[in-house]
């Protein structure tokens, strides 16, 4: 039973036994994680959700970020979940095809502030639930993908298995909450045909789904056993080739958590290698918007049937159009939080290179895809000459590393004028010495 592989592990984590490289990076996607709540904390969706969690109410156990309110653990969760993933910049597995982030740390952080647990503590938690969830998701994917939005089902395994650790759940007791979060996995991509707001929405309710499993499960609340691979149950359910022996194959022995990627530029995942490709053109040549004749950008299948929209309409459609994004970096060198909004959108400099572009699927691209989000991007000058920028893997994959000080400076820059400078100095260095926090809270006090 898979379910139940997935809870020894989970139980069996410790802090002293786990490799060096994998504490580390569980501090670096925590302060990503930080960065992209508090960034979001200022989005379109705030007023949405904090007028939601003022009429749901709740006992003041944890904290909304970047608002100075204290609501239920769940709700706390649901909202900074949604907060970190509105702006398209959190961690992402490209082999998982999902976030985990923003479903395992709204879970695990609600949890620690409010039961006052310690860093170490946390770091447990966060192998537990990114492992987990990391795992089923490459199974089932890319299949999965196509209709499934994976980070708000596989995300609420994850959830799940980070709370459960937390709460100190026996084998049988993660079992059942693994059980539990199976029959609440959900998130289809229709949202993004109709450009709707809904995609945050799915990680705020798998991490807050998680919690709900694993609370159940403490107080006996049974689940299938069989919730992954059973006959109806989540893998047949969801996935055209579900490869039950890949997701428990060397656990607790290999930690796929090492395939995680970090987002320098803003917009879905799909269109990141295409910015990187821009970035390197505009600048190895020094091209001018004015100068360019004609933008031809290709990708692999999955790409263009989530990002291919050259005229996006507005802001969700924006972060899944590769030519939008692209577009923002010929026009402004960047394509950052600044350019997601319908000013930027909407304006002549932006509008006028999207006429001039093109999008198609490049079978080459499309072999290699999952292994590589890989793109070409071609341009041509007025002046006849042309360049191509061939793009392997996205800055911030594990093949193509952001450095621990460029994530300092993507978080400064971040959460510059939503916490004080002081504030930023002293979260930064809680962060590198999350280890020796003996209480979540003092980490907790300066994203208020």
Not at 38 to 56: C, K, N, Q, T
Not at 218 to 242: D, L, Q
Request: hydrophobic share 40%; proline share 3%; with cysteine.
């Amino acid at each position: 039973m898979i379910s139940r592989e997935f809870a020894k592990f989970v139980h069996g984590i410790s802090y002293d036994t786990l490799p060096e490289k994998v504490k580390e990076l569980s501090r670096i996607c925590l302060l990503d994680y930080l960065s992209c709540t508090l960034a979001g904390s200022r989005s379109e969706i705030r007023p949405i959700f904090m007028d939601l969690v003022d009429e749901l109410g709740g006992n003041p156990q944890a904290s909304v970020y970047g608002t100075g309110v204290k609501t239920s653990v769940a709700n706390a969760a649901l909202v900074n979940s949604a907060f970190s993933h509105v702006l398209e910049m959190d961690d992402i597995h490209r082999l998982a095809m999902y976030h985990p982030g923003i479903v395992v740390l709204p879970a695990a952080l609600a949890i620690a502030e409010r039961d006052k647990l310690n860093g170490r503590r946390l770091i447990e938690s966060i192998v537990a639930g990114y492992e987990v969830g990391i795992r089923i998701g490459v199974a089932i994917n890319p299949s999965h993908f196509k209709i499934w939005h994976t980070t708000g089902t596989v995300g609420t395994f994850a959830s799940a298995a980070s709370a459960g650790k937390l709460m100190d759940l026996g084998v049988d007791e993660l079992t059942d909450a693994f059980g539990n979060a199976g029959s609440q996995a959900a998130g289809l991509w229709q949202f993004n045909i109709d450009a709707a707001m809904t995609k945050p929405l799915h990680s705020g309710k798998a991490s807050m789904n998680g919690i709900y499993a694993a609370m159940l499960a403490k107080r006996g609340f049974t689940g299938a056993e069989n919730i992954i691979e059973g006959a109806k149950g989540f893998g047949v359910a969801t996935s055209e080739a579900p490869d039950f022996d890949l997701m428990i194959r060397d656990l607790g022995k290999v930690y796929e958590f090492l395939g995680i990627g970090v987002k320098v530029h803003s917009g879905c995942r799909h269109t990141s290698s295409s910015v990187d490709g821009a970035l390197a053109i505009r600048n190895k040549y020094g091209v001018k918007p004015e100068d360019i004749e004609s933008i031809q950008l290709k990708t692999y299948e999955l790409g263009m049937d989530l990002c291919g929209a050259v005229f996006p309409q507005n802001i969700p459609q924006a972060k899944f159009s590769i030519a939008y994004c692209v577009a923002c970096v010929f026009a402004f060198g960047r394509c950052t939080m600044d350019e997601m909004n319908m000013d930027v959108i909407g304006s002549e400099a932006v509008q006028s290179l999207l006429r001039k572009t093109t999008i198609t699927v490049d079978e080459g691209l499309e072999k290699d895809f999952p292994m590589g989000y890989a793109s070409i991007v071609g341009v041509t000058l007025k002046d006849g000459r042309s360049f191509d920028e061939f793009t392997p893997h996205c800055k911030g994959d594990p093949e193509n590393p952001v450095a621990f000080g460029e994530m300092k400076d993507r978080f400064f820059a971040m959460t510059k004028g939503i916490i004080g400078e002081q504030e930023q100095k002293k979260l930064l260095g809680l962060v590198e010495n999350l280890d020796e926090i003996g209480d979540i809270s003092e980490l907790v006090n300066y994203v208020q």
